[in-house]
């Protein structure tokens, strides 16, 4: 099942914050977060496992919700490096150690 | 070691046609997926191995699609007959066995961008 991203776009000024959401239906086993810039491979940020998790570093974190249905993925103090579309990608209890099942993706552009 | 490889890079090809793709996943990496991915979309699961054992298989797949990774290490990915809905960016990517927090996430490639003409 794909998880629902929001929002689809993000435009900043650099310095600014941004959350980007991530939610399911389901409980799920574990949330991925990648970014993806314009003509490369995704590339793995971090992952949740545990309900009511937060983790990351100062300026890029994530926190996972206490019923493990919903992530939000928190860009700080936003640099230009940062323009890229985030994807989030999922894993259900139902087949846990198999295939993600990635969102939309929200496309966030940093400007000078 | 150099990450994920895959080959071609690019790839156009006449409606019709087979094509074959390569991935050469991290040497220690004994899981390896396909996924394509269209413009403005997230990556779509194909099919996923565990060493040599085609474990998943999407229900998106058709019968055209095939895939192989033959003992365990380098896998190809191959359509045939060829639509002009093939066309997408097919990237490969491998992760560890193991579930450690800190080498679970999947180790993209760059992919292989197909157009069919």
């Known amino acids: 099942q794909q998880p629902v991203q929001s929002p689809q776009a993000v435009i900043l000024r650099e310095g600014e914050d941004a959350v980007i959401n991530c939610s399911s239906s389901k409980a799920l086993y574990s949330v991925h977060w990648y970014r993806q810039k314009h003509g490369e491979a995704p590339v793995f940020l971090m992952i949740l496992l545990k309900g009511g998790e937060q983790k990351g570093h100062e300026k890029i974190s994530a926190s996972f919700n206490e019923k493990k249905q919903q992530s939000s993925l928190y860009l700080t103090a936003s640099q230009l490096s940062y323009s890229g579309t985030y994807f989030c990608?999922?894993?259900?209890?139902?087949?846990?150690?198999?295939?993600?099942?990635f969102g939309k993706g929200t496309s966030l552009l940093v400007t000078p | 070691d150099t990450g994920v490889s895959q080959n071609p890079r690019h790839k156009i090809t006449k409606r019709g046609q087979n094509v074959t793709f390569r991935c050469d996943p991290i040497s220690e990496h004994n899981r390896l997926y396909w996924y394509r991915q269209t413009l403005g979309q997230g990556p779509e699961f194909l099919t996923y191995f565990q060493n040599e054992a085609q474990l998943e298989k999407s229900r998106l797949l058709s019968d055209r699609f095939s895939a192989e990774r033959p003992k365990g290490s380098f896998s190809t990915l191959e359509i045939q007959r060829t639509e002009q809905g093939d066309s997408a960016m097919y990237l490969c990517?491998?992760?560890?066995?193991?579930?450690?927090?800190?080498?679970?996430?999947?180790?993209f490639g760059s992919g292989t961008r197909l157009t069919v003409v």
């Open positions: 990517a491998s992760t560890p066995s193991s579930k450690g927090q800190d080498n679970y996430g999947y180790t």
């Open positions: 990608g999922t894993e259900s209890p139902s087949n846990s150690g198999y295939a993600l099942n």
